[in-house]
């Protein structure tokens, strides 16, 4: 499962933050159930609340990416009776991604998390990656997909989420596609709605198609992509979570 939650207090949101739409949010992963989920934009109090209200879940928090009045965090969030953690890390997408920092025109410090999996009872490992490219520059959303794909090319199955601010078509998506990677789905609908305020009108200016901008993607022909869907309707945040149900080849 990927989830931009906006985990934002600032009062530019009004009535959608996230004090409001807590509950909800929570209640969106509660039922849901994901054995991974990958998080996007989790700001203290989201954090906060995420610890407080999902402590069953274990928790890989990451780099801290945004503005240091405000971090946020890519977090990956998993069910441990059913996955072993083994090993976890992360980068800072810019030109040098072992410090904190931003490059190529981006607004924010972005961030790339990983955590890798053992799947209980069954031998089976894969490698999780959460990532949340920059809305603002097109290089930028291109140079972070080809450091990812630089730095995590090892041969472990390996399942990405994100929000990548772009949607499918667009240079970052045709490069992940082209290095071995399915869209598990292939809905032509969007995911960011943005509380269907003036935000989403200006944001759609900027991209052709629907806003699709949240993906998970499988490395092809190492997973078997049973179902998928995005989730309507929860009012929990400014993007609809994408679940996507996998199996791994051979498993």
């Given at each position: 499962m990927t989830?931009?939650?906006r ?5 530019v ?9 807590a509950?909800r949010?929570v209640a969106?992963?509660?039922e849901?159930?994901?054995?991974v989920?990958g998080?996007q934009?989790?700001?203290r109090a989201?954090?906060a609340t995420?610890?407080?209200e999902?402590p ?6 990451g780099?801290a990416?945004?503005?240091r009045r405000?971090?946020?965090?890519n ?5 441990p009776?059913?996955l ?8 800072w997408?810019?030109a ?5 920092s ?5 607004r ?7 955590a890798?999996?053992a799947?209980?009872g069954?031998?089976?490992?894969f490698?999780?990656?959460n990532?949340?490219l920059d809305?603002?520059?097109s290089r930028?959303r291109?140079e972070?997909v080809r ?7 090892d ?12 949607p ?9 596609l082209?290095h071995?990677y399915?869209d598990?789905?292939l ?12 935000r989403a009108?200006?944001?759609r200016?900027?991209h052709r198609?629907?806003?699709r901008l949240?993906?998970?993607l499988?490395e092809?022909?190492?997973w078997?992509?049973?179902?998928s869907r ?6 929990a945040s400014?993007?609809?979570p994408?679940?996507?149900?996998l ?5």
């Amino acid at each position: 499962m990927t989830f931009n939650v906006r985990g934002f207090t600032t009062p530019v949101d009004g009535r959608h933050r996230w004090p409001r739409r807590a509950a909800r949010n929570v209640a969106t992963v509660r039922e849901q159930a994901p054995d991974v989920l990958g998080v996007q934009e989790l700001q203290r109090a989201a954090l906060a609340t995420y610890r407080r209200e999902l402590p069953d879940h274990g928790l890989v928090l990451g780099p801290a990416a945004g503005t240091r009045r405000r971090p946020e965090h890519n977090a990956i969030l998993y069910a441990p009776d059913r996955l072993e953690l083994l090993d976890h890390g992360g980068f800072w997408l810019s030109a040098t991604p072992d410090v904190p920092s931003a490059s190529w025109g981006t607004r924010n410090a972005r961030a790339l998390n990983w955590a890798t999996f053992a799947v209980r009872g069954t031998g089976a490992t894969f490698r999780h990656v959460n990532v949340h490219l920059d809305h603002w520059s097109s290089r930028a959303r291109e140079e972070s997909v080809r450091l990812f794909l630089r730095r995590l090319d090892d041969g472990a199955p390996t399942v990405v989420t994100g929000d990548f601010n772009c949607p499918p078509g667009s240079p970052p998506y045709r490069a992940l596609l082209g290095h071995g990677y399915d869209d598990t789905c292939l809905q032509d609908e969007e995911t960011f709605h943005g509380f269907g305020t003036v935000r989403a009108a200006v944001v759609r200016r900027f991209h052709r198609g629907p806003l699709r901008l949240d993906w998970i993607l499988a490395e092809r022909g190492r997973w078997e992509v049973e179902g998928s869907r995005i989730v309507r309707g929860t009012g929990a945040s400014d993007h609809d979570p994408v679940v996507a149900d996998l199996l791994l080849s051979g498993s």
